[in-house]
């Protein structure tokens, strides 16, 4: 039967921009209701996504460098993979995760209602239970936030079996490591998992259409960071289109050409990934029948306020356009809470970082150098490499550098790149900066506890207005 109850806003989807819109316009005074299909709360993020991916990356890195990186430190080992309890330290992880919004859930008096949501017209959302029941939540706002699935490749008929061809979704999950592993895509997801893999004994090839890893990233850095990956044990075959990808003796193929036109090639694997993106998703959300627009590329057409075209209806995270990342998807879910309070949500999409959990990390925030160059801005460049930081040379993580852009004239920070260990913690300095507009100079100029890694960050800093003092 169908019974309904009202609310100030229901959230369809419970990832990072869902779950904590509804966190934040609860703690404002709304009543709130949260949907989610899935089993548990968390979204990609928490259940096969951020969460599960970095638990995978710790541990095969303290793996990787009990096996290569110990003996130089004087510490003798000769470590035992135990894949299962790998899995299970990761599974352990995402349950604390998801059992902790659930229980954000119940302190903010917030509704979980599990099933599959769909929006009837404005005012109104449908959830159909898996055992088909029925139920309607009326409500005065809608909040999409039903974020992305595995995209595939573009012209392409992949054949997933979540054993030899997988996405993301299994490639978290192999019950065994496969001796050789293709990875199709050399972007955030496919270079962290294929780390995964490499480190616990795969050989991993990258297949990559663009003639760089990590596309949007800075050139400097995706240069320096593929050669590290090399060492590492990765092979790369840049610059090449997947045509066929497909099941044989060995496992599975993949065939690709020359981006521009050549010799096809195959390769052979046990395990291909398929790690070419994502995209938003919106299945049977109803969106048609509710009149709300999408936009070429199927995202929910939103304003700056995150409003669809319908009134009532928004949507914010991986649906809508920008950078799918967990902590955007997050802010925008506090700035519409905020926005439907009644108070001036925004989101400064200028500084957003990025960070690739690899070994060494990657994290970027801001303009790249391309970035700058293609819009005519005048700017002065400061680097640091961690071989000349005491910290890195202690610790033996000498790898990589920091490179801080700045305004010829005025000097306001306008982009920050580290490939280096601890770039995920250390990138958030220079957002924080960037967000307050500070200057190369007043990053050089704040005292930086020593000896640390970030010290690196202040001497990128002093090279771009000064000269460095270590080098
Ligand atoms: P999602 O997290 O995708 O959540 C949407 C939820 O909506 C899902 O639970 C879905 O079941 C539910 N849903 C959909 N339709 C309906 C419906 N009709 N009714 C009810 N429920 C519905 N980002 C980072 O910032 N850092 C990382 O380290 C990182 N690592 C990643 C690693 C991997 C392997 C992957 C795949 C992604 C990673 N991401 C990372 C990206 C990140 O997961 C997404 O940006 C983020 O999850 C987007 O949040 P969201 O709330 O928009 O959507």
Same mark, same amino acid.
């Given at each position: 039967?169908? =019974?309904?109850?009202? $609310?100030?806003?229901?959230?369809?989807?419970?990832?990072?921009?869902?779950?904590?819109?509804?966190?934040?316009?609860?703690?404002? !005074?709304?009543?709130?209701?949260?949907?989610?299909?899935?089993?548990?709360?968390?979204?990609?993020?928490?259940?096969?996504?951020?969460?599960?991916?970095?638990?995978?990356?710790?541990?095969?890195?303290?793996?990787?460098?009990?096996?290569?990186?110990?003996?130089?430190?004087?510490?003798?080992?000769?470590?035992?993979?135990?894949?299962?309890?790998?899995?299970?330290?990761?599974?352990?992880?995402?349950?604390?995760?998801? #059992?902790?919004?659930? /229980?954000?859930?119940?302190?903010?008096?917030?509704? %979980?209602?599990?099933?599959?949501?769909? &929006?009837?017209?404005?005012?109104?959302?449908?959830?159909?239970?898996?055992?088909?029941?029925?139920?309607?939540?009326?409500?005065?706002?809608?909040?999409?936030?039903?974020?992305?699935?595995?995209?595939?490749?573009?012209?392409?008929?992949?054949?997933?079996?979540?054993? =030899?061809?997988?996405?993301?979704?299994?490639?978290?999950?192999?019950?065994?490591?496969?001796? =050789?592993?293709?990875?199709?895509?050399?972007?955030?997801?496919?270079? +962290?998992?294929?780390?995964?893999?490499?480190?616990?004994?795969?050989?991993?090839?990258?297949?990559?259409?663009? #003639?760089?890893?990590?596309?949007?990233?800075?050139?400097?850095?995706?240069?320096? /960071?593929?050669?590290?990956?090399?060492?590492?044990?990765?092979?790369?075959?840049?610059?090449?289109?997947?045509?066929?990808?497909?099941?044989?003796?060995? %496992?599975?193929?993949? =065939? $690709? +050409?020359?981006?521009?036109?050549?010799?096809?090639?195959?390769?052979?694997?046990?395990?291909?990934?398929?790690?070419?993106?994502?995209?938003?998703?919106?299945?049977?959300?109803?969106?048609?029948?509710? !009149?709300?627009?999408? #936009?070429?590329?199927?995202?929910? @057409?939103?304003?700056?306020?995150?409003?669809?075209?319908?009134?009532?209806?928004?949507? &914010?995270?991986?649906?809508?356009?920008?950078?799918?990342?967990?902590?955007?998807?997050?802010? @925008?879910? &506090?700035?519409?809470? @905020?926005?439907?309070?009644?108070?001036?949500?925004?989101?400064?999409?200028?500084?957003?970082?990025?960070?690739?959990?690899?070994?060494?990390?990657?994290?970027?925030? %801001?303009?790249?150098?391309?970035?700058?160059?293609?819009?005519?801005?005048?700017?002065?460049?400061?680097? $640091?490499?961690?071989?000349?930081?005491?910290?890195?040379?202690?610790?033996?993580?000498?790898?990589?550098?920091?490179?801080?852009?700045?305004?010829?004239?005025?000097?306001?920070?306008?982009?920050?790149?580290?490939?280096?260990?601890?770039?995920?913690?250390?990138?958030?300095?220079?957002?924080?900066?960037?967000?307050?507009?500070?200057?190369? @100079? #007043?990053?050089?100029?704040?005292?930086?506890?020593?000896?640390?890694?970030?010290?690196?960050?202040?001497?990128?800093? /002093?090279?771009? $207005?000064?000269?460095? &003092?270590?080098?």
């Amino acid at each position: 039967s169908d =019974t309904s109850e009202t $609310f100030d806003l229901v959230v369809i989807g419970s990832g990072p921009g869902g779950y904590v819109c509804a966190v934040k316009a609860a703690q404002l !005074g709304l009543k709130v209701a949260v949907v989610e299909k899935r089993a548990t709360y968390g979204g990609t993020c928490l259940n096969v996504g951020c969460i599960p991916s970095k638990a995978l990356l710790h541990a095969s890195e303290m793996f990787a460098e009990a096996s290569h990186g110990f003996a130089d430190l004087g510490v003798k080992v000769t470590p035992e993979l135990d894949l299962p309890t790998m899995l299970a330290h990761k599974d352990k992880t995402v349950r604390a995760n998801t #059992d902790g919004v659930a /229980f954000l859930f119940k302190k903010n008096k917030i509704t %979980g209602v599990t099933g599959a949501g769909r &929006i009837v017209k404005a005012g109104e959302v449908e959830v159909t239970a898996e055992d088909g029941a029925k139920r309607t939540l009326k409500t005065k706002a809608i909040c999409i936030a039903t974020g992305s699935s595995v995209a595939g490749i573009p012209g392409l008929d992949v054949a997933f079996d979540r054993d =030899t061809i997988v996405s993301s979704d299994d490639a978290i999950a192999l019950k065994k490591v496969p001796a =050789t592993m293709v990875v199709v895509g050399g972007g955030v997801i496919g270079l +962290e998992l294929g780390s995964v893999w490499s480190r616990l004994g795969a050989r991993v090839t990258v297949v990559e259409y663009l #003639d760089k890893i990590l596309g949007p990233m800075d050139a400097d850095v995706s240069t320096q /960071f593929q050669k590290l990956l090399v060492k590492q044990g990765f092979h790369f075959k840049l610059g090449a289109r997947v045509t066929a990808v497909a099941k044989s003796s060995a %496992g599975a193929s993949v =065939t $690709f +050409e020359p981006a521009q036109g050549g010799a096809a090639e195959t390769l052979e694997a046990e395990v291909v990934l398929i790690a070419t993106g994502r995209k938003p998703y919106t299945d049977g959300l109803g969106l048609q029948d509710a !009149g709300v627009s999408l #936009d070429k590329a199927g995202r929910v @057409e939103i304003d700056a306020h995150y409003r669809t075209n319908v009134e009532g209806i928004y949507a &914010i995270g991986d649906v809508v356009k920008g950078p799918m990342l967990a902590h955007k998807a997050e802010d @925008e879910g &506090i700035a519409l809470a @905020e926005i439907l309070a009644g108070q001036k949500g925004h989101v400064n999409y200028a500084v957003i970082p990025s960070v690739v959990y690899t070994s060494p990390e990657v994290a970027s925030v %801001g303009q790249t150098e391309e970035e700058l160059k293609k819009n005519g801005v005048a700017y002065k460049v400061g680097k $640091f490499p961690f071989s000349a930081n005491g910290r890195a040379r202690a610790m033996l993580h000498t790898d990589g550098f920091v490179k801080v852009l700045a305004d010829a004239k005025t000097d306001r920070v306008l982009g920050a790149h580290i490939v280096g260990h601890g770039a995920g913690e250390m990138i958030a300095e220079a957002a924080v900066l960037m967000e307050f507009g500070g200057s190369s @100079e #007043d990053l050089a100029r704040t005292c930086h506890a020593h000896p640390t890694m970030s010290e690196a960050v202040r001497e990128a800093a /002093f090279a771009a $207005f000064a000269k460095p &003092i270590h080098m």
